[in-house]
Nanobody
């Protein structure tokens, strides 16, 4: 059993930056960020495995960065150059797997979500 708690969401102007945090009760082999906007399917944003290997959705490459603090069992999502289309509920997720693709398959630990709103 793993508990995940996100924080750092809020409202920001287009072009601004925001940093999200996710504190886990214990480390998992794979952790990531997903997001879902009203009326749209949940999509993978980025993942990171125990070796530090990362994957990003094409829509956020060059703008978002995922990082991990193993000592704190915490992952972060640094979001720069935010766009209105980035507006969504962002969820932290984890799974006990050595494979860490962007798809939600196998992610069985989920946080409550934190809202990110970007205005133009």
């Amino acid at each position: 059993q793993v508990q995940l708690v996100e924080s750092g969401g809020g409202s920001v102007q287009a072009g601004g930056s925001l940093t999200l945090s996710c504190a886990a009760s214990r480390d998992t082999e794979c952790m990531g960020w997903f997001r879902q906007a009203p009326g749209k399917e949940r999509e993978g944003v980025t993942t990171i495995d125990l070796f530090g290997t990362t994957r990003y959705a094409d829509s956020v490459k060059g703008r978002f960065t995922i990082s991990k603090d193993n000592g704190k069992n915490t992952i972060y999502l640094q979001m720069n150059s935010l766009k209105p289309e980035d507006t969504a509920m962002y969820f932290c997720a984890g799974k006990d797997s050595f494979t860490c693709p962007l798809g939600a398959l196998g992610f069985n630990y989920w946080g409550q979500g934190t809202q990110v709103t970007v205005s133009s």
